[in-house]
């Protein structure tokens, strides 16, 4: 029992956590609201159901035809999907998935706190166990885990990692390589991406190790160790690592130069800050193990030089970039995790001393800590009640640098952990009472964060009528119906096809194709960063890409051209086209369209590759500027206002004949952080 004891006590936290969390805020299993928000619930949710559908009905594991006019699902399966967790959403029926998926997250907190207290156990053993617990519980509910989560594959590299530092010692200890060998599999298979960056941790952690503990004969030893083990690791894992990179390599994340990198500076410090809200502990522990460095100077010659290696990218934004491919979007410290169990070992470094110190302690300073705990408490909990909502408005946007005063309340609240736990082990030192207090102000303030960060409150309806609205479409969905959807809603997720069974063109992840990407822009779709979307085009691409559904917003009751109204589905019009729409056309001709990047063009070569006939657009280019000076940069074209003072527009007159249709080409560069600039900032007037 003594050795389960830690395990059961860590297990009832986390669980009971959750459930006050989950009770609360009325998430399923005891209400119908969810934990996905963000990517996790735009991009991420959608792909369960495609894994559900692999198994249950008799969807292809490894091709999807619901999303991009068809995709390669091996990428995105390796990328986001496989986890032994991801089987509980069989115990499930397919209109509870989204509901469901916030299990998912209460499984990978609840192993990462178990895995970094086995390694607790294992390596500190005379850490008290009660003191491990809480040591676990601050890693498993770091604010890495908080931030990262609705990237949900993520958290598999969080429960993986102390295990495979377990391995890692073993093999440079010239013992058993098979934990190292096994865990590095298990964690590039289920987390490719992250994984990359372990590797990246494990080669300069491993030769500062060598440097410090190994003599000249068992340094060559221990180097030739690693290195074999670790490309066995890779070869074993071969057969995901490839397909995942190929998807990589093909997909259209915006690559970074050498300019940008250099000039990164310090990047988005306050949101990697907000990483570390929940690590009180460890930097106390640290820091009181700091000031008797003489007495670990072994260990901290290892400890400190491993801890600058995770801690510089936190600082010099171009290292940072570098561990992440040389780009990312949102999340800017992907690799938080290492450095947060970095802190852990600290702290473990630091309790894991022989405690001599036996004399009683009187009971006005128990009371006096007791009232200090109370009173810390009480001040985090407010702090988490008064600015509730403002926090979840910023959060909601993936940063919350923009409100400077939040991150000094999350400072605040871990200064005030810090004081609580300084004051324990000064006045009290290492005894049961100190270490009760600690894991109480500690699940305050990592219950505290969790509302904060686990589920975006103000924006459940939202978030989850999405998914039953797409479910009621999908009731209808009738087997071998090809034909796409052309969605000119923003409302539903980019990866609706996959909820709904209907195919269509929409598509978002962070492996989108690259020729799918240019292409659907030649032919004048709309695409934000990786995602595609299947309104815009013109009535043409809506024939030549079978798109003979249409869906809207109910509250939208404008017509749309040759489509009529045929059911209405929660908050969304459903339509069918009443043009006589194929599955595809044979082409008479095969002009070349490779150097054309004027839709357009394009559109025109296709229509006569077709039909033989010419010009089915008039383009019309030549603009009428004022108060512009018009610059032509190889392809793009750049405006400069001449007299901020004064009005500045284009203006083209063009002749309508019966009935014809006006389109407008605003993005005519197909980079888009090119076309970035002109979003939002241009007013289009017709007729007045």
């Known amino acids: 029992m003594k050795k389960v004891r830690p395990y059961l006590l860590g297990t009832f936290i986390v669980l009971g956590i959750f459930l006050v969390l989950f009770i609360s805020k009325g998430i399923f299993p005891f209400g119908n609201n969810s934990l996905i928000w963000s990517d996790m619930h735009d991009q991420i949710t959608a792909f369960y159901y495609h894994f559900y559908d692999s198994f249950v009905g008799n969807n292809s594991l490894f091709i999807n035809f619901s999303t991009s006019g068809g995709a390669n699902f091996l990428g995105i399966l390796a990328y986001y999907i496989i986890s032994p967790f991801n089987f509980i959403l069989f115990l499930f029926d397919r ?78 200890d010239l013992e058993s390589p098979l934990l190292y060998i096994l865990t590095l599999t298990i964690s590039i298979i289920l987390c490719f991406y992250i994984s990359y960056m372990i590797v990246i941790f494990i080669f300069f952690a491993s030769l500062i190790y060598i440097l410090v503990y190994k003599n000249k004969e068992e340094r060559k030893k221990s180097i030739v160790a690693l290195g074999i083990t670790t490309i066995l690791a890779l070869l074993l894992s071969f057969f995901i690592v490839y397909p995942t990179y190929n998807e990589i390599s093909l997909s259209s994340r915006l690559s970074s130069s050498t300019g940008s990198l250099l000039n990164s500076k310090a990047g988005p410090i306050i949101d990697k800050t907000s990483f570390f809200t929940s690590s009180a502990l460890y930097f106390v522990a640290i820091g009181l193990l700091l000031l008797n460095y003489k007495q670990n100077k072994k260990i901290l010659s290892w400890y400190l030089p491993t801890c600058l290696i995770v801690l510089i990218p936190y600082v010099i934004e171009a290292v940072n970039k570098i561990w992440h491919y040389g ?59 008064h600015f509730y909502q403002r926090f979840q408005e910023q959060i909601n946007h993936l940063t919350i640098s923009k409100d400077k005063l939040l991150i000094i309340l999350l400072l605040i609240m871990m200064l ?49 009528t999405v998914y039953k609205d797409l479910q009621l479409i999908e009731k209808d969905y009738q087997k071998d119906d090809y034909f796409r959807v052309k969605n000119i809603s923003l409302k539903p997720i980019t990866n609706n096809g996959m909820v709904m069974r209907y195919h269509n063109l929409d598509h978002f992840t962070s492996l989108t194709d690259g020729n799918n990407l240019t292409t659907m822009k030649l032919l004048g ?36 051209y040759n489509y009529k109204y045929q059911k209405t589905y929660g908050n969304y019009d459903f339509y069918v086209s009443d043009l006589d729409i194929s599955y595809g056309y044979f082409l008479k001709s095969n002009p070349s369209i490779k150097n054309e990047i004027d839709t357009f063009k394009i559109q025109n070569k296709i229509y006569e590759s077709i039909t033989s006939n010419k010009n089915l657009f008039t383009i019309h280019n030549d603009f009428k500027s004022e108060n512009l000076k018009i610059t032509k940069d190889k392809d793009l074209t750049n405006y400069k206002v001449i007299d901020q003072a004064m ?20 993005y005519n560069s197909l980079n888009n952080m090119e076309n970035i600039c002109i979003l939002k900032l241009i007013d289009i007037y017709v007729n007045d």
């Open 416 to 464: 005030l952990t810090m004081i609580v736990i300084f004051t324990s082990l000064k006045l009290i030192g290492r005894k049961l009472y100190t270490h009760i207090t600690i894991l109480i102000i500690s699940i305050v303030n990592i219950t505290s964060v969790s509302f904060l960060y686990f589920g975006i409150d103000f924006d459940q309806k939202r978030l989850t």
């Open 525 to 560: 779709h709309n695409s934000v960063w990786t995602k595609i979307y299947s309104n815009m085009g013109t009535e043409f691409t809506d024939l030549l890409l079978a798109n003979k559904y249409l869906l809207k917003d109910t509250e939208d009751s404008k017509n749309y």
């Open 647 to 666: 009005y500045s527009y284009l203006e083209k007159e063009i002749k309508i004949k019966d009935s014809e249709t006006i389109y407008l080409n605003l």
């Open 95 to 172: 209109d509870k998935i989204y509901l469901a998926v916030s299990l998912i997250i209460v499984l990978k907190v609840l192993a990462s706190v178990l895995t970094s207290l086995y390694f607790i156990r294992y390596y500190f053993k005379k850490i008290p166990w009660l003191l491990s617990v809480t040591l676990a519980l601050l890693y498993g509910f770091s604010g890495y885990t908080m931030s990262m989560y609705i990237i949900t594959p993520w958290m598999d590299a969080l429960y993986m990692f102390p295990l495979i530092l377990i391995g890692l010692k073993k093999t440079l």
């Open 327 to 385: 780009t990312y979007a949102f999340f800017p410290y992907r690799f938080g995790f290492i450095a947060i169990f970095m802190l852990l070992i600290g702290a473990c470094i630091y309790f894991n001393k022989e405690i001599t110190n036996k004399n009683k302690v009187d009971l006005k300073i128990k009371l006096l800590v007791g009232l200090l705990t109370s009173i810390s408490s009480f001040c985090i909990i407010f702090i988490t009640s």
